[in-house]
């Protein structure tokens, strides 16, 4: 009940915000208010979850079960739960959200249905993290798509209907491969059920690999659109780029997961035949999408695509890492463990981090209207603090110890170095480049002579910000820029962090610095889990 | 069971009351004045709710047949007979704001009337005669229907719906002929029986001929051509009751078709079907794409859903769930395509997307009513007809049709395209303002069109059909535990 009362108390605050039209501030501070309460909830939930000794989660052991009866027919169910791999990820999405409805807060457009909007995705993310049925799983998950088109689409800027239809047919495309994958688990069981918790304690189309290989395939294909994996990222730059500063953290930080999520979930408990099978396939396209993350991250002359593409280099780590659990014949049972936690820890931290430096770069929009890194320059000594945390993002994101990235990275690559040297040393040239590239953005932004965008140069030089988008939508942000200028001249004043946007960031970073010094109390709620899940994919 | 009159009248007694209801309207209407025309506008909504309720009650009966076994009183019936009274009831309340004060008011209720009972007929006949008698009944009240406005382009609608007509019923009959001539009998379960052993030649023209038929009614591809030209000539409360009222019995009787009489033949009738199926969401599809036209737009839409309909139909009685997916899908798509019509029918004066966009401005209930209306028809969930497509989906994969339900998950995404163009044009305008959307010529329409008050009925079947879209996707197991009662 609790859980229920938790997944669905958002949403009913949106369709409150929408019924009683409240005055801006008020639907901010609402907004902010439900949001404490959600996290406030999911925070007791945490404190309260004993799974009791012996039980691991995935199969058994669920806390705060509810399971309904919805289509009987197919035995499609209202089935909720909370184990060690989604505590975690509930847990990050209620900071998260929390954290977006702070900076919020000086929302100036339509703040009341843009925070009707966020809210209705904060369900539909817990939902889907909570969901213990495919169909409903698929429900939430779809949600979450339509919700993140409207926040893209009326909220972006620079090209932003576009890249908000992009996303919305790229990941449609992968819900409905999902859909399809899904109905092939329901058809090929012998229980003929959507449950996932029935469906991985008897896996079906145990002997048939030929089926088993496709459904992955469609599973695999839908979460890797998601995730997302070379090559079906390509959506994911230009969503990231043109979505609002939180969009663009809600997304990497939370909608990314639920595609890595669905593996770890579904696709290795439910095929654990077909994920051996095809586990060296996942392993080689974690690798390539880390390489290729990292190095076209390296190229980018914008801030924002280059933090863009970091999120394919992390999400290939915590592919490669779920591969690699999947390499029964090579590793034990202890090297795939270690991975798979590995993998859950690097969710998390990628969530906090990403999400962390995607709202920092919103600072930079806010500011001067690009993100162009010729446009900026020795930012540290007007806004000292924008520095500091900008710094600690970025460190963190490249794997520093005494960060939590660090001891995620340390997990996967300790886990899969047994089962996949060849590719865990590949993978580990990456954390270099991502390395070289977060420092080559530091010094870009952070040292050196002051360099703020003009207004005259935001005019005459949109060529080389991005030469897809067109110059009136350009045109337009400049003439907004303006309003930023000092009465002097053309130079964009450059203010430090305060306020909201400090009380939303800040956190994320103490809580990245928290999960990189004292690990235990992450760890010890996933590693049951992951351990389960490490031994259901070895039948 | 034949030799009792009185039972089977009682088994008729749904259908027995929409034809009170029309009767009743017809002469009700002769004798009240123009202005108060809105009384047999609640005798056809309380005739058409009766109906319904005593169909409900039937459902719990036992599946049976009467009058010599040309007439099911079974699941597939009670499916039809529900969903068509509720729709006919909906549409009729919608239709007020377009036929208020009109001279020809209560013929255009006690029409609609006699259309439903013609499509519950299609879906409940157990004979080829019948069928064919059915399908007559189901077409000509439509004939008027169309035309109801005398305006030019709904006189050309109206023709060409005609003779599409007229040239389906002709072929539909020299199909009946042929299969009565190889099976000897027009009964579907004496065909059954008959059909394997007869002439193969014969049995596939009269296949053919019935499914072309049937076809049409439905609106399926490569019958569709009068779906378009219909639906954007006629007023968008009759295209309403054009492009779901007849669909739903339609598909319910190639649904029986397959089921019994086609069962055994010695063709892949279920191939035959599923091509049917695959070429008529893809074209819709295709066509629809470009269309700026609200009304096209739909109509091409409504092309498209048909072939998702008939999906179930090309698996029936080949998995347990053909039944079940009928149930769900037909009800949603009734329940989604009703109220997408009805946000037309909020702004009568509105022909493009643009134009329906300014017309409704910032007005964000109606928006967010479209928005679930037209993302259910995509299928998101938690829609009704999400439900559908997973039953539908489910059920052709089970029936050995792999191949049709990936060719549906592609059409799915690209119906997105279409669909997604009318909401962003409407729900994205607002923040974009600052920006000429589109080119210069539709403005000026659009501020006619804006000044211009849009109408309160629709508004409120547009809600009430977002919100039941969303219930029924929800209580989807409720109303199947109504529909097919264990």
Known sequence: MLLTVVIFLPVLVAGVLLAARPPDRAAGWTWVTASAVELALIGWMWWRYDPGPGSTGVVDGIAYEVDLRWIPTVDAGYHIGVDGLSLPLLALTGVLFLACAIWSLREKNEPRTFAALFLFLQTACLGTFAALDLILFFVFFDLTIVGMYFIIAGWGHGNARRSALKFFIYTFVGSLALLVG????????????????????????????????????????????????????????????????????????????????????????????????????????????????????????????????????????????????????????????????????????????????????????????????????????????????????????????????????????????????????????????????????????????????????????????????????HAREAATATLERTPTGTVTRMRDMRGPELAAVVPLLVLSVVLGLLPRALLDVIEPAATAVAQLVAR | MSGDPGAEFLALLPEFLLLVGAVGGLLLGLWTPQHRQYRVRAVAVVACLASAVTAAIALTGPAMTVFEGTWAVDTVTGIVRIVVALAVAVVVVLSASAVRGHPRETEAYVLMLLGAVGTIALAASTDMLLLMAAFLLASFPLYALAGFAKDARGVEATLKYYLMGALSGVLMMIGIAALVLGGGSTNYAELAALLPDASPALTALGVIGVLAGVAFKAGAVPVHFWVPDVTAGTSPAMAAYITTIPKIGAVAAAFRLLAEPFAAVPLDVPLLVAVIAGASMTLGNLAAFNQTEVLRLLAYSTVSQVGYLFMVVAVATRTDLDLPALAVYLAAYAVTNLGAFAAVAVVPGARTIGEWATAVGRRRWLVVSLIVCLLGLVGTPPTAVFVGKLAVFTATWDGGLTWLVVLAAVNTVASLFYYLRWIAACALGAPLAAAPVSGGGDGARAAVVAAQQSVRTPAVVLHSAAAVSLLLGIGAGLWLSVALPA
């Open chain 1, 182 to 473: 899904f109905i092939g688990l329901f058809l090929g069981g012998e229980d003929r059920t959507f449950d996932m918790v029935a469906l991985a304690e008897n896996p079906p189309l145990a002997d048939s690999p030929v089926a088993g290989g496709l459904v992955l395939l469609a599973i695999g294909l839908g979460l890797a659109v998601k995730t997302p994996l070379f090559p079906f990222h390509t959506w994911l730059p230009d969503a990231h780029t043109d979505a609002p500063a939180p969009g663009s953290a809600i997304l990497a930080g939370v909608l990314l997961k639920l595609g890595t999520y669905g593996f770890v979930r579904i696709a290795m408990p439910i095929l654990p035949e077909a994920w051996q099978r095809w586990a060296m396939v996942v392993v080689v396209l974690g690798v390539v999408s880390v390489l290729w993350g990292a190095f076209v991250a390296l190229a980018q002359r914008d801030l924002k695509r280059m933090i863009a593409y970091t999120s394919v280099n992390h999400m290939g780590y915590v592919l490669l890492a779920l591969g690699a659990a999947g390499l029964v014949g090579q590793a034990d049972e202890e090297a795939r463990t270690v991975a798979t936690v590995g993998a859950v820890y690097q969710m998390v931290s990628h969530g906090l981090l990403t999400g962390a430096l995607f709202l920092l770069s919103g600072v930079l929009w806010d500011r001067g209207r690009t993100y162009a890194f010729d446009r900026w320059g020795g930012l540290a000594g007007p806004a000292p603090v924008f520095a500091a945390a900008f710094a600690v993002a970025a460190f963190g994101s490249l794997g520093l110890p005494g960060l939590s990235g660090f001891v995620a990275e340390f997990q996967i690559f300790a886990g899969s170095l047994p089962g996949a040297p060849v590719a865990t040393v590949l993978a580990i040239t990456g954390i270099l480049v991502s390395a070289g590239l977060f420092l080559l953005a530091i010094q870009r932004l952070l040292t050196g002579p002051l360099v703020v965008p003009t207004a005259a140069g935001a005019d005459s030089d949109d060529g080389g910000v991005d030469p897809e988008r067109g110059s009136a939508g």
